[in-house]
Nanobody, 122 residues
Framework: QVQLVESGGGLVQAGGSLRLSCVAS????????MGWFRQAPEDREFVAGI???????SFADSVKGRFTISRDNAKNTVYLQMDSLKPEDTAVYYC????????????????WGQGTQVTVSS
């Protein structure tokens, strides 16, 4: 069983920045594709992902150019650097782990963190 713990959320004004962190334990971190999602009313919206093996990344159109995802396998940690934040970025952000994953579909993810709140004021 993999445990994921997110941190780094908070309140920031529009145009500001936050960095989210997700620390994994209980599994082989380098075997998991990692993703960041934010909660919609009935599903989790993909935000950014990074592959398990080659650091290939993907971003939602709404955040492309503003957010950066990275991972440090030595620290079992994935990061989401969020710059130029907008009020519409306000959400609970979740870190997910997908064993040898190759998609950005939340339904394929095996483990989830508890979420961290990001609030962007105008």
């Amino acid at each position: 069983q993999v445990q994921l713990v997110e941190s780094g959320g908070g309140l920031v004004q529009a145009g500001g920045s936050l960095r989210l962190s997700c620390v994994a334990s209980g599994g082989a971190f380098n075997e998991y594709t990692m993703g960041w999602f934010r909660q919609a009313p009935e599903d989790r919206e993909f935000v950014a992902g990074i592959s398990w093996n080659d650091d290939r990344t993907s971003f939602a159109d709404s955040v492309k150019g503003r957010f950066t995802i990275s991972r440090d396998n030595a620290k079992n940690t994935v990061y989401l650097q969020m710059d130029s934040l907008k009020p519409e970025d306000t959400a609970v952000y979740y870190c997910g782990a997908d064993w040898y994953g190759s998609t950005w579909d939340s339904l394929t993810y095996d483990f989830w963190g508890q979420g961290t709140q990001v609030t962007v004021s105008s």
